[in-house]
Structure formats: structure tokens, C-alpha cells
């Protein structure tokens, strides 16, 4: 099974840098790791992904360690509106797109 | 683009009732997905279809329910006959082919069997 493994839940301030962390120390040379996040009400949507590299879009950065075994979701600056719950899953020829627990991300004044 | 499109948005049914929750995938996306999501279990792939075939259903969690994909732009999950322990949030994802490919999630279907 493609499993990946995330704190339950982290809390920040806003305005705040977060770093949210994941483990996949059984990720095969060809899978990816995409990051979620699922606001109240809603379905899950993108937030970014990569393979080897470090990756920034106008979401987030998402460093990967270099033997590939966790990597870390990096909110520069956590506001309200970031409160949610955020997953990391793998893909790949052999992952189904499981999606774990997740972690729930708090963002207080 | 409207994005992956689900229907309806609530159902609520009596136990013993056929359910069925409907589909549209983005065009041009050739693979969908059906979660469930609950408190207990969080979000559970169901079943997922590559160009219109189911490729893994290992996750439908009995014979009561069932998924058919007649066309690209069209897809069903159907629950015969529906449970109380059936209710939760149906979501439908597609993606384009390839694994870097993200997952386009609708917003869900919000079923109550009673």
C-alpha cells in the first residue's frame, strides 16, 4: 500500500512561516508526492507536487529530502483562510491514490 | 472549465432505497476516482476507472454497491440497497493520464440513510 504518514495535527500563527511534514520511507524511484488540502465543506483540491526537486508555486514550496523518504509542505505566510486539513499521498505505478488521515492545520490570530 | 461535477449535492434516503450519485469528470481527463469520506474511516478510494474501465474496485466495501463509467464524461456509483452505515460524503475525482498528474475533486455528495 502507498503509505505515507503525517503529524494528526500543527498549529501556527498567522502570518507565520509552517512547515508541514510528511513520511513515505517506502517511495518507489518513480512515484511522486502530491499535497492536498481539504478546507470545511468542501473536496480535497491541489496544492503541489513533485519528484526530486524542490518545488514553489504561488501555494507553497515543497522540499524534498534527498533520499526521498519524507518530504515538507511550506506555507510562507499561514492565514485563516490556510486553516485545513492537509494530506501528502504518493503515485505511482504501484500507489492507488490513498489518501491517509492527513494533518489538520490550526492558524490563530 | 467547471470543474468535476457531482450530483446531487445532498441526498437523503430510508434504509432499503436504491442511491445513485452521478459524475462529470473535467474533459479530457481520462481517469476517475470515488471516495468515501467519514470521521471514522477519513477518505477511502473506492474504485477507480482508466479510460471508462475499472481498473481497482477492491476498495467498494460490499456487494450492495457498484460503479459504471458508460462514457468519458459520465460515471455512477449506485448503493442497492443503502444502509445507515452508508452515510457519508461521496467524492468524485479525474485526473489526465500520467502520475504527476493532479486529482480534480468535485464537491461532493452529502448522503444520510435513515
Known amino acids: 500500500d502507498a503509505k505515507t504518514t503525517q503529524p494528526n495535527s500543527m498549529e501556527s500563527n498567522e502570518e507565520e512561516p509552517v512547515h508541514l511534514p510528511c513520511n513515505h520511507s517506502t517511495i518507489s524511484g518513480t512515484d511522486y508526492i502530491h499535497w492536498y488540502r481539504q478546507l470545511p465543506s468542501q473536496g480535497p483540491e491541489y496544492v503541489i507536487h513533485g519528484l526530486t526537486s524542490n518545488v514553489n508555486n504561488r501555494m507553497a514550496s515543497l522540499a524534498i529530502a534527498e533520499d526521498r523518504k519524507s518530504s515538507t509542505l511550506i506555507l510562507h505566510r499561514a492565514t485563516l483562510r490556510d486553516a485545513a486539513v492537509y494530506y501528502c499521498?504518493?503515485?505511482?505505478?504501484?500507489?492507488?491514490?490513498?489518501f491517509g488521515t492527513g494533518t489538520r492545520l490550526q492558524v490563530t490570530l | 472549465d467547471a470543474g468535476v461535477i457531482q450530483s446531487p449535492r445532498h441526498e437523503v434516503t430510508e434504509m432499503g432505497q436504491e442511491v445513485t450519485l452521478r459524475c462529470k469528470p473535467i474533459s479530457g481527463h481520462n481517469s476517475l476516482f470515488w471516495y468515501r469520506q467519514t470521521m471514522m474511516r477519513g477518505l477511502e478510494l473506492l474504485i477507480y476507472?482508466?479510460?471508462?474501465?475499472?481498473?481497482?474496485d477492491s476498495g467498494m466495501p460490499e456487494d450492495r454497491f457498484s460503479a459504471k463509467m458508460p462514457n468519458a464524461s459520465f460515471s455512477t456509483l449506485k448503493i442497492q440497497p443503502s444502509e445507515p452505515r452508508d452515510s457519508a460524503v461521496y467524492f468524485c475525482?479525474?485526473?489526465?493520464?500520467?502520475?504527476?498528474?493532479?486529482?480534480?475533486f468535485g464537491n461532493g455528495t452529502r448522503l444520510t440513510v435513515t
Open positions: 499521498i504518493r503515485t505511482g505505478t504501484a500507489s492507488k491514490l490513498t
Open positions: 475525482a479525474s485526473r489526465k493520464e500520467g502520475y504527476n498528474s493532479p486529482l480534480h
Open positions: 476507472f482508466n479510460n471508462n474501465v475499472p481498473i481497482d
